[in-house]
């Protein structure tokens, strides 16, 4: 109904025309709400596949396994507290991943400021864990690990900050984590490696995020993904 039949129209054909326009919204927004049935939040968190971070959202439990192919590899390194960590450790979990080291001045002190966070709202949670690799592995030794995880309250168990073999390292940040993207993934494995991003791993070693971690604004998703990821 234009504005001319408005004007001429009886008042019962207004209301009446009103409550068709009503009920077809309804209606669609109904179809809409039903269309996602079946959905979980999961599926709202996309997969990341390339070292261009190009976002892929599937829901379907076999095109899943046909179209992400890439998994982060197996590692082994030491923590601070001198354990071996390894994939079996994270097995079944979701976790982040970031690379720092303990004598970075600007950088890393936001990376692990937001990484406390994570780790304070996710603390009694099980099914979560934090990875941090240093670049510098040949001066954080486990001693200076276990300094560091003392100064920035960083929970053991929760959060491992993991030193060892410096190309093992750099090649799982590369290959593995995408962590400097496309770049990053060409270079040579001894160029040095510095990152600010905080990836996202699900309970299949897949690339479900990647964050700023200098910025507090990327916490509040990286936290709702999270969440995400957990209630499927």
Request: hydrophobic share 40%; with cysteine; charged share 20%.
């Amino acid at each position: 109904m234009d504005l001319q039949e408005l004007k001429t129209a009886p008042l019962s054909g207004i209301l009446s025309a009103f409550r068709t326009s009503g009920l077809l919204l309804f209606g669609a927004l109904l179809l809409a709400c039903g269309q996602r049935t079946g959905t979980s939040m999961a599926d709202e968190v996309p997969y990341y596949n390339t070292p261009d971070f190009t976002p892929v959202w599937l829901s379907s439990a076999t095109e899943i396994d046909k179209q992400i192919t890439h998994h982060v590899a197996d590692f082994s390194f030491q923590n601070q507290a001198g354990q071996v960590i390894t994939q079996d450790s994270v097995a079944g979990k979701i976790y982040v991943a970031n690379f720092f080291f303990t004598s970075c001045p600007t950088v890393c002190p936001k990376m692990t400021n937001l990484l406390k966070a994570v780790q304070d709202t996710f603390q009694t949670d099980p099914n979560v864990r934090l990875l941090s690799f240093s670049v510098t592995p040949w001066i954080d030794s486990v001693p200076r690990l276990q300094h560091y995880a003392r100064s920035n309250g960083v929970m053991p168990g929760k959060w491992q900050l993991l030193t060892g073999n410096k190309g093992q390292i750099y090649a799982l940040a590369r290959r593995s984590y995408f962590a400097e993207e496309a770049i990053g993934f060409t270079r040579d494995s001894t160029e040095f490696l510095h990152t600010e991003h905080l990836i996202l791993i699900d309970q299949n070693r897949r690339i479900r995020g990647v964050y700023n971690g200098t910025q507090p604004i990327e916490l509040d998703k990286l936290i709702a993904d999270m969440r995400a990821l957990l209630s499927s």
